[in-house]
């Protein structure tokens, strides 16, 4: 039996250890219910999103979401189940104590646990090994392998009564699977001992894991493993002087000097990521040599003593954080989750629907130009279609020919400029066909008007012919209209007026068609109905984005929502 108080007194507390009652199942339902919720909706959303790639030039931005919500539903259901994974293993465990044994490579972390095991088995408590493969435990009886390199290829562990230890691939393992192993499983533990070689301790990188441990409320260890040298003295062996290497611990002063500067160096990493309140988390590190201690030095020596001293010490921290356990790890987990969505899925979101208000702002610009043109084009071509119908004064056909050449105008412009924006645009862009020109004017006969005036009587025509000459005669007999006015005149100069009763007659005569009341009418209609047709045009094709826009807003929102709900 190993003659150590501090080992005696945790192992004594260890095997007292009962069941906990583990709090946080209230809000394990609520996360995963409001997270199962997210993920549906995101993956209803991709669905939507794949059926807007037609949208031309906002093709590539939609993939990339697209892209953006498949690899963080991926990555967010990957995390989920290791979550799940950790949680059942911390349910069958939630009767005992799970330390987690955690450091870069080659820090000690094989030697130091089955040195753990070896003081164990000397108390009557039951002891199994086991590992994780694939999320899933498996028995063992091959205890931690120590070496050199990397030997910790998966995370291993050993039962030890009420106690469980978990060895697990260093920090920065030389495979990433590894160390990607390790960052899972470390919350399930409720205490970390954090293993540091001497010979560098508590390096710049191990901080900036142990900052992440921290953060999720953790109470961790350090422990400066290899605190121990070769020294060479002279021994007498048959009674001769020998040169022989004996183990011994470094200086007193030399260890505390490391103690100090791993804690400092740690408060200080602390305090620069704006971390004080982690501060209590952190214990005062204790310098060990498991390799001294195996070779049945002192244990007060070898720094042993001092370890399970601050193991007791801790204990009740410990089972503060196994109570708190899953509520940690849900507030984690939504926060890993938020962080997916914030940075594969919110920028993503937010540059499409930048990029369609810009779209959407270009499209309605080029309106007033597209106007401009269909109603100067087709204002050219009106008088040639007038002159073509005026003979038969078919208004009918004007106002068809008119409607044809305005519809066919202003899809021709609209083709045009959005050939340029979206080619799947241009079906909602055509006007519709039964739009036409409201004409209330007709052709009308361009004529003249004059008075025509006669006797009573045929002598009167007659006396009045007679006085006019041969010359007037000829005139009026060349022109019918003048010769028979100047006549009439004539004869009433070379008489009396009053024995003639003279009659006044107005004549109206067709000299053509007059055209200018349908041409001024149809100017008027067209800077009527084109504006019209091409704001319906454009309308109809924005509301093609409408389905992308809902798809953006309901994201956002969902994102909003659950970052609201899911970080308490």
């Not at 709090?23 to 409001?34: A, L, M, Q, V």
Request: glycine letters at 6%; a negative charge.
């Amino acid at each position: 039996m190993i003659n150590c108080q501090e080992i005696e007194s945790f192992f004594a507390t260890v095997s007292d250890f009962e069941a906990v009652v583990v709090s946080g199942e209230n809000e394990r339902k609520k996360s995963s219910s409001t997270q199962q919720a997210l993920i549906k909706s995101l993956e209803k959303n991709l669905e939507a999103l794949s059926k807007q790639k037609k949208l031309g030039s906002l093709s590539v931005e939609i993939e990339k979401v697209v892209d953006g919500i498949r690899k963080t539903v991926g990555e967010i259901n990957q995390s989920t189940s290791y979550m799940d994974q950790r949680l059942r293993l911390q349910e069958s465990y939630k009767d005992r104590l799970i330390i987690l044994v955690f450091g870069k490579v080659n820090s000690g972390k094989s030697s130091f646990s089955n040195y753990f095991v070896d003081v164990f088995s000397k108390y009557p408590i039951e002891k199994q090994y086991f590992f994780f493969e694939d999320g899933e435990k498996k028995h063992t009886d091959i205890p931690f392998k120590v070496g050199s390199t990397e030997t910790t290829a998966r995370i291993q562990g050993v039962e030890l009564g009420k106690l469980v230890l978990l060895d697990t691939p260093g920090l920065h393992s030389i495979t990433d699977k590894n160390g990607e192993l390790t960052k899972q499983y470390t919350e399930c533990a409720d205490l970390i001992l954090w293993l540091t070689g001497s010979n560098s301790p508590g390096q710049i990188q191990e901080l900036d894991e142990l900052k992440n441990e921290l953060e999720k409320g953790k109470v961790l260890f350090p422990v400066i493993t290899k605190s121990d040298k070769t020294d060479e003295d002279i021994e007498i062996q048959d009674g001769v002087e020998v040169l022989v290497s004996k183990l011994i611990m470094k200086p007193i002063n030399d260890q505390k000097a490391q103690q100090d500067d791993v804690f400092q160096r740690t408060n200080n990493k602390l305090l620069v990521s704006g971390m004080d309140n982690a501060l209590n988390k952190l214990r005062k590190p204790v310098s060990i040599s498991t390799h001294y201690a195996d070779r049945n030095y002192e244990q007060e020596e070898s720094g042993i003593s001092e370890l399970f001293s601050g193991l007791n010490g801790i204990y009740n921290a410990a089972i503060v954080s196994k109570k708190e356990n899953v509520r940690i790890q849900i507030k984690n987990q939504s926060r890993k989750v938020n962080e997916y969505l914030t940075d594969n899925i919110e920028p993503p979101f937010k540059e499409l629907e930048e990029t369609l208000e810009k779209q959407k702002a270009k499209i309605i610009k080029q309106s007033d130009y597209i106007t401009t043109n269909a109603i100067e084009s087709v204002s050219y071509q009106l008088p040639q279609l007038i002159e073509k119908h005026s003979h038969n004064k078919n208004i009918k056909a004007l106002i068809e020919a008119v409607n044809q050449i305005l519809l066919d105008e202003v899809s021709t412009q609209l083709d045009y400029e959005f050939e340029k924006l979206f080619k799947s645009l241009l079906q909602a862009a055509k006007p519709p066909k039964n739009i036409s020109i409201d004409l209330q004017s007709s052709f009308e006969d361009d004529t003249i008007n004059y008075e025509f005036k006669s006797g009573s009587r045929k002598k009167a025509i007659a006396a009045g012919v007679g006085g006019l000459g041969a010359a007037s005669i000829g005139l009026m007999f060349a022109n019918p209209v003048v010769g028979l006015i100047g006549g009439f005149l004539g004869a009433l100069a070379g008489s009396k007026a009053g024995e003639y009763l003279i009659e006044t007659e107005i004549i109206t005569q067709i000299i053509g068609v007059d055209s200018s009341k349908v041409e001024a009418e149809l100017i008027q209609e067209l800077h009527k109905v084109i504006p019209r047709l091409v704001k319906d045009s454009i309308e109809a094709s924005l509301s093609q984005f409408s389905p992308l826009e809902k798809v953006i807003k309901q994201s956002l929102d969902e994102i909003e929502q659950f970052n609201k709900v899911g970080i308490q």
